[in-house]
Nanobody, 119 residues
């Protein structure tokens, strides 16, 4: 089992920044991709950003140029630096970790952290 603890959410004004962190613990081996998803009321769960073990990153079009994902493998932690925040970024943000065991991928999720951006 992998446990994920998120931190860094909060209430900010439009244009400000936040940094989310997600620390993994437990049976941490064969961790492949780490990422962030979000869900706003009435909206679907969507990928925000993802980074593979090799460092390849993927971003949602809506956050490209504003958000940066990074990971510290020594600390088993993934970060999401969010700049120039907009009200439409308001959502619950969830950390995700993909663990590969015998060619099967198992996903783990954090409890979610609220990000609220006021206009």
């Amino acid at each position: 089992q992998v446990q994920l603890v998120e931190s860094g959410g909060g209430l900010v004004q439009a244009g400000e920044s936040l940094r989310l962190s997600c620390a993994a613990s437990g049976s941490i081996f064969n961790i492949d991709a780490m990422g962030w998803y979000r869900q706003a009321p009435g909206n679907q769960h969507e990928l925000v950003a993802r980074i593979t073990s090799g460092g390849t990153t993927t971003y949602a079009d809506s956050v490209k140029g504003r958000f940066t994902i990074s990971r510290d493998n020594a600390k088993n932690t993934v970060y999401l630096q969010m700049n120039s925040l907009k009200p439409e970024d308001t959502a619950v943000y969830y950390c995700n970790v993909a663990q590969v065991i015998f060619s099967r991928t198992r996903d783990y999720w954090g409890q979610g952290t609220q990000v609220t951006v006021s206009s």
